[in-house]
């Protein structure tokens, strides 16, 4: 899902300058708090964890399906 995501802001930020995070289209990164809720990583009050929980979400040197292994 953070793939398409990304995918998503790319091609946002072509048609309007705005990428998802940003204008009309902030509350899609609601699925980043999704995700890493249900991560093992996740830990509201540990912002090492949530770090770590980024690193792996963005590391494009792995496959999604490896990503959400490691997240799980």
Do not use: W
Not at 13 to 20: A, L, P, V, Y
Not at 34 to 39: A, D, E, K
Not at 49 to 70: G, I, P
């Amino acid at each position: 899902m953070a793939d398409e995501l990304d995918l998503l802001d790319m091609a946002l930020k072509k048609i309007t300058g705005f990428g998802h995070g940003e204008g009309q289209f902030k509350r899609l990164d609601n699925v980043y708090e999704i995700l890493s809720r249900h991560s093992r990583y996740y830990n509201a009050q540990d912002e090492e964890l949530d770090d770590t929980f980024y690193k792996v979400l963005f590391d494009t040197s792995k496959s999604s399906d490896e990503r959400a292994e490691l997240l799980r």
